[in-house]
């Protein structure tokens, strides 16, 4: 099964979109892993224009965070991949 995850930008509604080799269930696992959680923080708090992510999101076809505050939502999605390359799931 496949997980779409989405980052969205709130300032104009748009989306970026990564495909995760995983299910839902194991997405679930994911975020409850310490290093999730410490990704996640950075990419909330940091100073860098990649960061500011605030709310969880989703849907039945997708799962993912929105943010108003990014100021580069290209850098910001090649950070997730990263972080779900490392994982295993791209």
């Given at each position: 099964?496949?997980?779409?995850?989405?980052?969205?930008?709130?300032?104009?509604?748009?989306?970026?979109?990564?495909?995760?080799?995983?299910?839902?269930?194991?997405?679930?696992?994911?975020?409850?892993?310490?290093?999730?959680?410490?990704?996640?923080?950075?990419?909330e708090?940091?100073?860098?224009?990649?960061c500011?992510?605030?709310?969880?999101?989703?849907?039945?076809?997708?799962?993912?965070?929105?943010?108003?505050?990014?100021?580069?939502?290209?850098?910001?999605?090649?950070?997730?991949?990263?972080?779900?390359?490392?994982?295993?799931?791209?």
């Amino acid at each position: 099964m496949k997980v779409i995850f989405r980052l969205i930008d709130e300032r104009d509604n748009s989306h970026r979109d990564l495909v995760l080799n995983c299910s839902l269930d194991e997405f679930n696992d994911l975020i409850d892993e310490l290093d999730f959680e410490d990704f996640l923080w950075k990419m909330e708090t940091g100073s860098e224009d990649w960061c500011g992510v605030h709310d969880f999101a989703g849907t039945d076809e997708w799962l993912g965070y929105t943010s108003y505050e990014i100021k580069d939502h290209d850098k910001a999605i090649e950070k997730w991949r990263e972080f779900f390359t490392e994982k295993g799931l791209i």
